[in-house]
């Protein structure tokens, strides 16, 4: 009732002559009322003094809603830089009021929120104490403690705009080895929280940091009219840095201009990337080791038990195995290998170039196998081991006839030994040299999800060629020799992950050509191998239930590697995806 009685007195001194008061000064107001027009400067931030002396309550009328002039704090605050909020408010003009964190009752002010609103959203709003703390990318940095620079520029030139007024920014100390892909999620608990409470403005031309031990948030607000906007960044005591960013940095960099700029440089002015993976030699060729140990599953025949049930359930045990291993090779090339040589392949390359070079490797991928088939048949031609037997002068029917079987059964062991020895040999070739690109420039979560894609596949060829080397109509060997050739033919396993880890160097188009040729392979090994088996042997609804009961698991089994994926990046190479300075920008860096 009180601020009712005063409202037609403030009415009247807003109309009539209002006192000015520069950002700066002091408003003291006088006992039967003031008005005072308050004139903003060109800084981010205009203050006043109220003197307050022998007052004990004041009821203000504004112009306009004080909460349109808030960015991150509040409007009134006590000399202790406490938050004021008002005993009562109501609009006068159909402005909707707002409160910061008591009654709820009168809080309209609809479309106001410090600090992102809707969870949805991360653009909208900005909140100092309670809103929203998703945070849209993050990176790991290795850093010397000297001082860096933050930059955010214009899109479009210097007649462009901004993608964003401001963006927050947390710096945490972190390991910057990139194998601890861990940082970055033991890290993200402590970011939230601080972006949830960022109330360290910086305004372009100013110092973050140092920063502390346990890390810190900062709110940077860009120059409007400056081409760009620039921070340093103090990294005195620290290797690395773990910084999680409320929008994607390269929104702020003007890729396609002449003078576009990368997002963090050191004193030098160098681009300075996020942390790349480096190779992991001992995990990779333990991995070669167990997918070459699966080379010798065959032993399992030699369990009495297992292998009367195996003999009881021949089509069963075949069946079950094609469709989990054509799970797991197809689940790998559609949710890793595909994923990540298209990103890799659209690095610097205009969309055309990039479909077109991706889709002639999938391609060349899944003809392979025909391509080595189609070799080897030729070899043996050549070598004269599909010539005709030549039974001139022979008048001993029988005998001709015992001799023809036994030249098409040599062919037929030749065969065998061909495909094990040259065509398992080559395809585990290619599974090592994926692998080895794994193991060099993706995650762990990549690198074994690849190997466990491979192990499961090998388990059902493996399983396979044990079975073919060992009957009596095809390869006829004893057990132990048929162990031999598949164990031989594993070992090219490692020596493709050896091939491709000493590579002192490997781009970013050989790497995503490689993994999307990979994915051509499993694509056709998958379709036209396993589940060609598969399709062969199950005809039965029992089969065919089990066969797709294994193959979900199969791919579930692969699916998993995305709840930890990160994406890949060679060391030495410019793996920031989608980041091209000066050419195009094809995707933003999404970690």
């Not at 000015?20 to 903003?40: N, Q």
């Not at 969870?119 to 990176?139: I, L, R, V």
Request: aromatic share 8%; proline share 3%.
């Amino acid at each position: 009732a009180h601020m009712e009685e005063k409202e037609a007195t403030g009415k009247a001194l807003i109309a009539g002559s209002c006192a000015v008061r520069e950002a700066g000064t002091t408003m003291t107001p006088a006992s039967g009322g003031s008005c005072f027009d308050l004139h903003v400067n060109a800084l981010w931030e205009s203050t006043w003094s109220i003197a307050t002396i022998d007052i004990k309550a004041l009821v203000i009328l504004a112009q306009h809603v004080p909460t349109e002039f808030e960015y991150n704090r509040h409007y009134l605050k006590d000399s202790a830089g406490t938050d004021i909020e008002p005993a009562a408010q109501e609009s006068m003009s159909g402005h909707a009021s707002h409160d910061h964190g008591g009654s709820a009752e009168n809080d309209s002010h609809a479309g106001h929120d410090h600090g992102g609103g809707a969870e949805t959203d991360s653009h909208d709003g900005h909140d100092h104490g309670g809103g929203s703390t998703a945070f849209e990318w993050s990176g790991v940095f290795k850093v010397n403690g000297g001082l860096y620079t933050w930059i955010m520029q214009k899109v479009g030139g210097a007649s462009g705009a901004y993608a964003d007024a401001t963006m927050k920014l947390v710096f945490i100390p972190a390991n910057p080895n990139p194998n601890e892909k861990n940082e970055k999620e033991n890290k993200k608990g402590r970011a939230e929280h601080v972006m949830g409470d960022c109330m360290d403005v910086k305004l372009s031309g100013t110092t973050i940091g140092p920063i502390p031990d346990d890390g810190a948030c900062y709110d940077l607000m860009v120059h409007p009219d400056l081409r760009e906007s620039i921070w340093t960044v103090d990294t005195k005591g620290h290797s690395g840095l773990v910084v999680y960013a409320q929008h994607g940095p390269t929104e702020f960099e003007d890729a396609d201009a002449p003078d576009g700029k990368h997002f963090f440089k050191d004193s030098a002015g160098n681009d300075i990337e996020t942390a790349t993976y480096s190779k992991r030699w001992g995990e990779a060729i333990g991995a070669g080791m167990l997918v070459n140990v699966v080379t010798l599953i065959g032993v399992i025949f030699f369990l009495p038990g297992l292998n009367m049930l195996y003999q009881k359930n021949k089509v069963l045990f075949y069946v079950v195995l094609n469709a989990f291993s054509a799970g797991c090779l197809i689940s790998a090339a559609f949710y890793l290998m595909f994923p990540e040589g298209y990103l890799y392949l659209s690095i610097g390359k205009k969309e055309a170039e990039t479909s077109f070079m991706f889709g002639t490797m999938v391609l060349v991928g899944v003809i392979t196998a025909t391509v080595f088939d189609f070799s080897v048949d030729l070899v043996k031609r050549v070598a004269g081991l599909e010539a005709v037997v030549a039974t001139a002068g022979t008048k001993d029917i029988e005998q001709q006839a015992a001799s023809e079987r036994a030249f098409i059964a040599k062919q037929r062991q030749s065969r065998v030994f061909t495909a094990v020895l040259i065509g398992d040999f080559m395809h585990n070739f290619c599974d090592g040299i994926f692998m080895g690109i794994a193991f060099t420039g993706c995650d762990n979560s990549m690198a074994w999800g690849i190997t466990v894609a491979t192990i499961a596949h090998e388990i059902g060829q493996e399983l396979a060629d044990y079975v073919v080397l060992t009957d009596p109509d095809q390869g006829s060997l004893k057990p132990w020799k048929a162990l031999v050739l598949n164990f031989i033919s594993g070992l090219s396993v490692t020596l493709g992950i050896i091939v491709v880890m000493a590579q002192d160097k490997i781009d970013n188009q050989a790497m995503g050509g490689l993994l999307v040729f990979g994915g051509g392979i499993y694509i056709q090994l998958g379709l036209g191998e396993a589940m060609g088996r598969v399709y062969e042997k199950g005809t039965t609804c029992k089969l065919k239930l089990s066969a797709i009961a294994l193959f979900s698991f199969g791919a579930l089994v692969i699916g998993l590697v995305l709840l930890d994926h990160e994406h890949c990046g060679i060391e030495g190479d410019d793996a920031h995806a989608g980041h091209d300075h000066g050419r195009r920008l094809m995707m933003d860096d999404l970690w």
